[in-house]
C-alpha cells in the first residue's frame, strides 16, 4: 500500500492510522469521511490485524458494499473478508448461530415490511378490528417500528402520534400484542425484531458476548449521528471495556430523530468512553469558500454541539445569492426564471436541486415548472399531483367541476365507510350518471344513498358544499373553504388512520387547493393538472426524464447528494424552520441542522429564497419574517436581489 502520507490530509491520517483504542471521528460534511474509513480498514490490515476481525456498521447495504469494494482496491483481496453490513445484517449473521438464546430457531424466518404487514393485517381480523374507522396495517407497522428503535413506550408513542383521533389505544395495543405472539409461534422475527433480539442477545448472553468481543478486534461504525438507543446499546455491547472502537459520524447531519436516531449518541460519547480521543475532518472538499462561510455561521450559532469549522479545499466561486422575493408566486416563477438561465448558460437542468423544508413546499413551484416547460422530477418518484391523497382531494373538486365525471365519483364515494365497487356501480346508476352537488336536490339524492356511517362523515362536506354553490355565500366558489371543510369534517381523519405521514399529507391538499386561485378557475386548474401529470410522455424514458431534469427534493431525501446549483425554498420563520417543530430547543437544533444540510449540499453556486408574505387558507395573508438561520447571515457574506432583478 502507497504511503497513506499521500494520500490522505493531516486529519485524515491520523483518524486511519491511530493507536488509541477509542476514536471518535467528527467528519463534517464534504470531508472525506467514506475514504477516511477505507483507509484505516487497510491500515489495520496492513498492520496484522486479520479482516475477518474487522466488525464495519453501516446504515445501508450499498455503504457497506462501497467501502468494501473501495478496501479490496487498496488493501487487496483480504479486506473482502471484514465483517461488513448494516445493523440488521449483522444480527441477523449473530441470530443465525445463537437465536436460542433469545427463544428462536436458527432457522427463524424474516418477514419483510411486506410480509410484516400481513400478519398485522391477521391479527386485526383475529380481533375483529379493522375497517375504515382503524389504522391501517402501514400505519400500525410505523407505530410499532417507531416505538421499537425509539425505546419508547408503545402507549406513549399511540399518545404523541395518534391524538385527536377516536381510535381506542387499547385496541392498538392489543393487535400489537397478537401480532408478537403470531411472530414467536410463527419463529418469525421482522426487521426490528433483527435488532431487538440481536441487543437481547448480548445483553443477556455473557458467553456469546465475550465470543464476540474475542472475535472483533476492532468496530468500525459509519454515521454514528443515525443511531437509535438499540444500535448504540449494540456497539456499547459488542465492544465492552477492552474493545477497538472507531465511531464515524457529524453531530451536525443528525437530522432523523422523528424516526428514532437519537444526536444524544454522538453528543455524550465522551460521556460514555471517558478515553476517546476525538479527531475533527474540517477539510472539505465539496464547496466553495462562499458557501461554506455561510455553513459555518449557521453551525458557530447552535449551543449544544462538537464545534467545528469547515474549511475549503477549493478556489473561486461567488457569494450565494439570497433572493428576496414579495410571494410564492413570485418565488416559483424567480425560480423557472433562474433555471431557464442556467440551462442557456450551457448547464444541464439535472446540475439544478431545488431544496425544502416539506414536500408541500413545492407545489407551487411544480406547477410554475410545468407551466414554464422546465423539465424536473420529485426525489420521491412521484409528483404531488400523483400522490394518491391529492388525487383523492382532486377526485371531488372534479366531480364538482364536472357532474359527469364517473371515474372522480368512484374515487371519491370508496373514501366513505362501508362503500366499494359494487356499491359506487349502484349509486351511479340510480344517480342516473351524474352526480350534481350543485343544487340542493342533488346533495339530496346522494345523501339519501348514503347508509347512516358515510352520511354522518359526508355530512359536513355537504354543508360546505351548499356554501360553495350559494351565490350569496361568504364561501362562494371558495375551493379553499370547501376542501378545508373536507378535511376537517372527515379526510384529515381518514389520512391518519391510513398513513404514517399523514401530517405532511394534510398539508399538501390544502396547499394544491391553495393554487386553484392561481389558475383563474377551478375547471382551467384540473385542466392544467392533467397536463402536468403527463409532462414525462415528451421523453423516451423515465430514465432519461430523470437525467436532464431539474431536481425537487424535500432536505431529509437530499442528505448524503450533493450538485453544482442549489437552490432553497421557503427560508421564512414558521415554514423553515418549521412551526410544527419550534415546542422544544431539541425541535429548534434539529432544524438548524436541516439548514446546514442544505447549505452543504451545494458545490458551486447557492440561492436562498425569502418570500415576504404567504397566502394561507381563507384567503388571508400571512407576512413571513426571513428565516433566523438566514437572519443570522452577515449580508457581506450574501449576494442579495429583489423580484425587480428579473
Request: aromatic letters at 8%.
Amino acid at each position: 500500500m502507497r504511503d497513506l502520507h499521500e494520500i490522505l490530509n493531516p486529519e485524515q491520517y491520523e483518524a486511519a492510522t491511530a493507536k488509541e483504542r477509542t476514536l471518535l471521528v467528527l467528519a463534517a460534511a464534504g470531508t472525506g469521511k467514506t475514504q477516511t474509513l477505507v483507509y484505516r480498514v487497510a491500515h489495520l490490515i496492513d498492520s496484522g490485524i486479520p479482516a475477518d476481525a474487522i466488525l464495519l456498521l453501516t446504515f445501508t447495504n450499498r455503504a457497506a458494499t462501497e467501502m468494501l469494494e473501495r478496501a479490496v482496491s487498496v488493501a487487496g483481496t483480504e479486506a473482502g473478508y471484514v465483517w461488513g453490513g448494516t445493523f440488521h445484517s449483522i444480527c441477523n449473521r449473530f441470530l443465525r448461530s445463537h437465536a436460542e438464546k433469545v427463544g428462536f430457531s436458527r432457522d427463524f424466518t424474516i418477514a419483510d415490511r411486506d410480509d410484516s404487514r400481513k400478519l398485522i393485517e391477521k391479527s386485526m381480523e383475529a380481533l375483529e378490528l379493522g375497517g375504515k374507522d382503524f389504522p391501517k396495517k402501514e400505519v400500525l407497522s410505523s407505530l410499532f417500528g417507531y416505538a421499537a428503535n425509539s425505546g419508547k413506550p408503545l402507549e406513549q408513542v399511540l399518545e404523541e402520534r395518534m391524538d385527536g383521533t377516536l381510535v381506542d389505544p387499547a385496541d392498538v395495543i392489543r393487535v400489537h400484542d397478537r401480532y408478537e405472539r403470531t411472530k414467536r409461534e410463527l419463529g418469525v422475527m421482522d426487521f426490528d425484531d433483527l435488532l431487538l433480539n440481536g441487543l437481547r442477545l448480548l445483553e443477556e448472553n455473557e458467553d456469546v458476548r465475550s465470543y464476540y468481543h474475542r472475535r472483533f478486534a476492532h468496530v468500525l461504525v459509519d454515521e454514528y449521528q443515525d443511531t437509535n438507543v438499540v444500535q448504540s446499546r449494540f456497539v456499547d455491547a459488542i465492544v465492552g471495556n477492552d474493545g477497538n472502537l472507531m465511531a464515524v459520524g457529524d453531530d451536525f447531519q443528525c437530522i432523523y430523530t422523528w424516526r428514532g436516531a437519537d444526536v444524544n449518541n454522538i453528543l455524550r460519547f465522551p460521556e460514555r468512553y471517558p478515553d476517546a480521543r476525538i479527531i475533527k475532518l474540517e477539510r472539505n472538499y465539496r464547496s466553495t469558500p462562499q458557501i461554506l462561510a455561510v455553513a459555518n455561521v449557521c453551525v458557530a450559532n447552535s449551543a449544544n454541539q462538537f464545534q467545528k469549522t469547515l474549511t475549503a479545499t477549493r478556489n473561486g466561486g461567488d457569494r450565494p445569492f439570497l433572493f428576496r422575493v414579495r410571494d410564492g408566486i413570485e418565488q416559483s416563477r424567480t425560480v423557472a426564471t433562474l433555471i431557464r438561465q442556467h440551462v442557456a448558460a450551457g448547464r444541464d437542468a439535472g446540475d439544478i436541486a431545488v431544496l425544502y423544508r416539506a414536500h408541500f413546499h413545492s407545489i407551487e413551484l411544480q406547477m410554475a415548472l410545468g407551466r414554464s416547460g422546465v423539465p424536473y422530477v420529485v426525489t420521491s418518484g412521484q409528483g404531488v399531483f400523483e400522490q394518491a391523497h391529492v388525487r383523492d382531494m382532486l377526485s371531488l373538486l372534479r366531480v364538482v367541476d364536472n357532474p359527469s365525471d364517473r371515474l372522480a365519483f368512484d374515487r371519491l364515494v370508496s373514501l366513505l365507510p362501508g362503500i366499494g365497487p359494487k356499491s359506487a356501480e349502484a349509486m351511479w346508476n340510480r344517480l342516473g350518471g351524474r352526480c350534481d352537488l350543485s343544487t340542493e336536490d342533488g346533495r339530496c339524492a346522494f345523501m339519501a344513498l348514503l347508509k347512516p356511517a358515510p352520511r354522518q362523515v359526508w355530512m359536513g362536506t355537504s354543508n360546505a358544499l351548499r356554501s360553495y354553490f350559494d351565490p350569496n355565500d361568504i364561501a362562494h366558489e371558495d375551493v379553499v373553504a370547501l376542501v378545508d371543510a373536507f378535511l376537517d369534517t372527515f379526510y384529515a381523519a381518514f389520512l391518519t388512520k391510513k398513513y404514517e405521514d399523514s401530517g405532511d399529507r394534510i398539508d399538501d391538499v390544502r396547499e394544491v387547493a391553495a393554487q386553484v386561485a392561481n389558475s383563474g378557475t377551478l375547471s382551467a386548474f384540473l385542466q392544467e393538472v392533467a397536463l402536468l401529470t403527463n409532462a414525462e410522455a415528451a421523453y423516451e424514458s423515465k430514465e432519461d426524464m430523470r437525467r436532464h431534469s431539474v431536481r425537487l427534493s424535500t432536505i431529509h431525501q437530499a442528505k448524503g447528494l450533493e450538485w453544482p446549483i442549489v437552490i432553497i425554498l421557503w427560508a421564512v420563520e414558521g415554514m423553515f424552520p418549521s412551526s410544527k417543530t419550534l415546542v422544544d430547543d431539541e425541535g429548534e437544533a434539529e432544524e438548524r441542522r436541516l439548514f446546514y444540510v442544505a447549505v452543504t449540499r451545494a458545490r458551486n453556486q447557492l440561492a436562498i429564497f425569502t418570500p415576504e408574505w404567504r397566502e394561507v387558507s381563507g384567503g388571508g395573508v400571512f407576512t413571513c419574517k426571513p428565516s433566523r438561520y438566514v437572519a443570522e447571515i452577515p449580508q457581506s457574506l450574501l449576494q442579495i436581489r429583489h423580484t425587480s432583478y428579473y
